[in-house]
């Protein structure tokens, strides 16, 4: 399978400890997203990189929350001190955006968080 | 914050078309509209996207009005498997990221 993947897909941890996601995009694409979604709404921007800089991050990213792509291929994004606010699916996208290239988003299947 | 309105919810009848609309009064004259659906429990889906040109693929066809300001999502054929969100996005061809809004939730009936 060459989709964009996410690891792991399920994690319940308690309030106060740290969680790490990893994301590995399609190999070839130079953008990758970070998107919160919560239930019945839709996806929320929170950061997206190009190749290993991180280019643009939204308000919704509190200093708990750090987003990192060393080498310009996966992707980890990891919270601190969890809260129960912080339960919702965490989808990471990528895109290869060029001349030829539209740059429509190819999303995984998410990490789900629970804190309890 | 989003720049497209859409009705909260559809149904449609299974092997009947679906037609779910979008506003986009406010987009500009570089930006695309594209469609994307999400089934339950899993990450959104590209459908297809336009600039002013209707366009079709394998999965759908999308109408854009001549004035830019409003479009048209077609399921040709809807299956149950079609039953999703669907939501429409206006994004430049080279921004930054796509803004999602709360989409249209179709049920397919069969």
């Known amino acids: 399978d060459t989709g964009v993947s996410q690891d792991p897909r399920h994690k319940i941890t308690k309030r106060g400890q740290n969680v790490t996601f990893r994301c590995d995009p399609i190999s070839e694409h130079n953008r990758l997203y970070w998107y919160r979604q919560t239930l019945g709404q839709g996806p929320e921007f929170l950061t997206y990189?190009?190749?290993?800089?991180?280019?643009?991050k939204s308000r919704l990213l509190s200093d708990r929350f750090s987003a990192e792509r060393p080498k310009g291929s996966f992707s980890t994004l990891e919270i601190q001190r969890t809260e129960q606010g912080d339960s919702a699916m965490y989808l990471c996208?990528?895109?290869?955006?060029?001349?030829?290239?539209?740059?429509?988003?190819?999303f995984g299947e998410g990490s789900r968080l629970t804190v309890l | 914050d989003a720049k497209t309105t859409q009705p909260p919810s559809m149904d449609c009848a299974e092997g009947r078309a679906a037609n779910l609309p979008c506003n986009h009064s406010t987009i500009s004259g570089n930006e695309y509209v594209y469609w994307y659906r999400q089934i339950h429990s899993q990450g959104p889906q590209y459908i297809i996207h336009g600039l002013k040109n209707n366009e079709t693929n394998e999965m759908a066809s999308l109408i854009i009005t001549e004035d830019r300001k409003s479009s048209t999502l077609i399921l040709p054929h809807a299956t149950l498997r079609d039953t999703a969100v669907y939501y429409c996005i206006v994004r430049a061809y080279y921004g930054q990221n796509f803004v999602f809004g709360p989409g249209t939730r179709l049920s397919v009936l069969p």
């Open positions: 990189f190009q190749n290993e800089a991180q280019l643009e």
């Open positions: 996208a990528s895109s290869l955006v060029g001349t030829l290239n539209t740059g429509e988003l190819f």
